[in-house]
């Protein structure tokens, strides 16, 4: 079954290379996100995801899901930090495990308990395997991570390949947001050798040059959240922008 998110997605990644800009609804009021993302698609940017990792309650994601709605023609994708940011107002919602936790609870306790409302709200989700490489940052540390390695190449894979065996359609590198450091390309293309799924890759991603190596090393979807909430969409953003739409067959 394939909703109506996931066949966009899937539409746009056989071009080439897409781009997510991640709005925190508690950094942003709805009127600035809609102002974000407005600037973010303009520049390129093919979804918008709303989320932090901190308490956002159902009404400020829907505030901002609808405000970000009615602003682009791109989908509003939920990045839950938890059961309490979910809002039928999104497009969507990324519907993750984060597999490297050591909390049951976010690996699928709190899924469990969500997940027959969010079947009563007909929120389309998309199955992603989420996994925190260090440094983490926050997310790390909320979510109780055990932290991947930078140079656990195999760990990585293992985590990656057993993700699309449990079905997930997308397989997510997080190094965290605000990350000094990217995930190093090192593992980013270690496991898209053995990985069918798009991978997605974010945190700490800061350049064009950045996007460029992540991308020549195999990412399929960029998350950046920080070059747009520091900079605007200017500067950064724009360059990284070039470089995923660099890569795009006409
Ligand atoms: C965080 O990967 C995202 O979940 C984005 O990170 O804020 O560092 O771009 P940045």
């Given at each position: ?46 979804a ?26 791109v ?22 495990s ?7 609870e ?24 989420y ?120």
């Amino acid at each position: 079954m394939t909703g109506r998110v996931a066949a966009y997605l899937d539409a746009r990644l056989r071009r080439g290379p897409l781009h997510f800009t991640l709005i925190d609804p508690e950094k942003s009021d709805a009127a600035q996100a809609a102002g974000l993302a407005r600037g973010a698609v303009a520049a390129g940017s093919d979804a918008i995801l709303l989320g932090g990792s901190t308490g956002i309650s159902p009404e400020r994601m829907g505030a901002a899901a609808r405000a970000v709605r009615a602003a682009v023609p791109v989908p509003a994708i939920i990045f839950p930090e938890g059961p309490g940011s979910i809002s039928p107002d999104a497009d969507a919602l990324l519907f993750m495990s984060l597999l490297n936790s050591r909390s049951p609870e976010l690996v699928i306790r709190s899924q469990a308990r969500a997940a027959e409302a969010i079947r009563r709200l007909g929120i389309e989700t998309l199955a992603l395997g989420y996994l925190v490489v260090a440094p983490g940052m926050r997310v790390g540390e909320v979510g109780r991570a055990d932290l991947l390695d930078r140079s656990d190449l195999a760990g990585a894979r293992g985590y990656a390949l057993a993700a699309e065996m449990f079905g997930m359609r997308f397989v997510y590198l997080e190094a965290g947001s605000g990350a000094p450091a990217p995930v190093p390309e090192a593992m980013v293309r270690a496991v898209r050798e053995v990985l069918s799924v798009p991978l997605v890759v974010g945190g700490g991603i800061r350049s064009g040059a950045d996007a460029g190596r992540i991308l020549d090393a195999g990412a399929r979807i960029l998350v950046t959240g920080t070059v747009a909430e520091e900079h605007g969409v200017e500067g950064a953003l724009a360059e990284i922008l070039m470089e995923v739409t660099r890569r795009r067959a006409r």
